[in-house]
């Protein structure tokens, strides 16, 4: 027992004195790096609150600026806020969606376009917007607005345009383009193509075309048309020929017929070609001085025509009547000499001059309306053979030329 304890006494001394020994031997700059790593974790910890309370504070912040923009957008969308006002919105030519919402947000009928924008893709409405002038009103919401601006009925800048009888091609191209419908040299251009022939049998069925200077003469309907500014070419040729197709080819109300008919079948029934039949009116609406003078040329140009049977002989036994020799054809597709381009002038020699060619022109050269169509198809029965008019309108028929040199006199024309 004695031993044991003294056992353990000795033992607890030397565990002391090794404790001691192990103490004065600890590597202190293990102890150091301990230290570090411990405040290393430490400063870590309040690193990580840091940036998760800087990170709670971006996604509240976020929050409410997503939320305030869905509050305004959805607010601008239902037109909550707008106050009612009457604005002008220019859709430019060729607009997408995003120059449509930049417009509309210029002019007040929006105030958030990044929302209207995506209102519209998600609706699948970017695309189908026309160029023009809209009047809005400020208090619409987005699908009032996407419906108004994709309706070019709701367009205010119309503008319209009366053609009178007679004009040509090349004049109502001057007067479209003086009116900011379409480009001039486009609308030529089309005039001679075969682009409508599909839609209008009548075009389809002309035979000389290359023989003409411009295929459409005769075709554009002399009536007054409201046209959209900015108008592409084509369509404003297709008012005019819809509206030929409705006066001439379709059956209509025309004065002096009980029943409705069409000019198209009056002159198949009169036995005449309708390709002719154009041209032939077209002369007598640039020839004739009123409605009831058209009759009166109608026959003289007929009487002509009767005589290429008879190698230019008339019936009062006069010769060299082939020709109809009207003034109006001599500088076609020009009026006169002096709208002849001075680079063209000097050597002009027009393909439709009467004076030179035998019976009709190639192609009409005037666009006539249905007063010189009915006097085509129903010419007076006389034996004139000849006619001129004076400055002031008077007209004077001849049967021989020696009457008609003094009718020239009559006239002042001599």
């Known amino acids: 027992m004695d031993n044991q304890n003294n056992m353990d006494n000795e033992n607890g001394f030397l565990n002391a004195d090794q404790n001691k020994y192990d103490m004065e031997n600890i ?16 400063k870590t910890r309040k690193n990580g609150c840091m940036f998760n309370i800087i990170w709670g504070v971006l996604i509240i912040f976020i929050s409410v600026l997503i939320t305030r923009y869905a509050l305004s957008g959805i607010n601008d969308m239902l037109a909550i806020g707008r106050e009612e006002n009457t604005v002008s919105v220019e859709i430019p030519e060729e607009a997408n969606l995003d120059t449509v919402a930049e417009a509309l947000e210029k002019s007040g009928v929006i105030y958030e376009k990044t929302f209207f924008k995506m209102y519209a893709t ?7 917007f026309s160029q023009g002038t809209y009047e809005m009103k400020t208090n619409m919401d987005y699908q009032a607005i996407l419906n108004y601006i994709r309706n070019q009925s709701n367009r205010k800048d119309v503008v319209e345009v009366t053609f009178r009888e007679g004009l040509s091609v090349l004049e109502c191209a001057d007067i479209l383009e003086q009116n900011e419908v379409c480009d001039k040299e486009e609308f030529l251009k089309k005039c001679n193509s075969d682009e409508f022939d599909k839609s209008y049998q009548f075009l389809a069925s002309i035979t000389n075309k290359d023989s003409r200077y411009y295929k459409l003469e005769g075709y554009l309907f002399p009536d007054t048309y409201q046209f959209y500014k900015g108008a592409s070419a084509t369509d404003a040729i297709k008012r005019f020929l819809n509206n030929y197709q409705k006066r001439v080819v379709k059956p209509s109300n025309i004065e002096g017929f009980s029943e409705n008919v069409s000019i198209q079948d009056m002159a198949v029934q009169s036995g005449k070609n309708m390709e002719e039949l154009v041209t032939i009116a077209s002369i007598i609406q640039a020839e004739a001085a009123n409605k009831e003078d058209m009759y009166k040329t109608s026959s003289v140009i007929y009487n002509r025509l009767k005589t290429l049977e008879t190698d230019g002989r008339n019936v009062h036994g006069e010769f060299g009547l082939k020709c109809l020799k009207v003034d109006s054809t001599i500088w076609y597709p020009y009026r006169t000499k002096a709208m002849v381009p001075d680079n063209k002038v000097d050597k002009f020699k027009s393909t439709y001059n009467t004076y030179s060619i035998e019976g009709l022109p190639p192609g009409p050269i005037c666009n006539p309306g249905i007063d010189a169509f009915k ?18 309108g008077d007209a004077y028929y001849a049967r021989t030329n020696d009457v008609h040199e003094l009718n020239l006199k009559k006239a002042g024309l001599k």
């Open 27 to 42: 590597d202190t700059g293990r102890l150091d790096e301990d230290f570090s790593v411990k405040k290393k974790i430490v």
């Open 122 to 128: 998600v609706t699948k409405a970017r695309r189908g």
């Open 375 to 392: 006097a085509a198809i129903n010419p007076m029965d006389t034996d004139y053979y000849y006619f001129c008019h004076s400055d002031s």
